[in-house]
């Protein structure tokens, strides 16, 4: 009975293998959080995709909140659109993130601990990111 299950199973199990094993992280999202400012009063999650299995480079929609104790011009919460491209190894990034009809140019390296620069239109601040 196995060898006739087997031979019944054969071509869906082959195409499911096909699926399996051909999926690369181009379709997966990536999760990225961050934060940036002169005292990390904004945090910025995202979740990002390559649009093809070779590329270095995703994007995908970004959300950023205010989390500084001080007051500031402007929502708590804003939506916007952020894009990375690895360097010459994974661990170094760099990018664009767009929100409030600004874009804003950063890079530095996936690491939660390692300060990088994101230089908006009215100021240059420190930015980490990093991936869960």
Known sequence: MGKYLLAALGPFLGVVLGV???????????????????????????????????SKELSGPVLIKHVGICTHNGPDEVEGQIHMRYGGSRSLVSGTVTFEGQTCKYKGRLSK????????????????????
């Open 113 to 132: 601990t390692h300060r990088g620069e994101m230089v908006c239109p009215d100021a240059t601040v420190p930015f980490y990111v990093w991936t869960n």
């Open 20 to 54: 399996v094993l051909g999926t690369s992280a181009y379709g997966q999202s990536l999760h990225v959080n961050g934060k940036f400012g002169f005292l990390d009063e904004y945090e910025l999650t995202a979740s990002i995709a390559a649009p093809s299995r070779n």
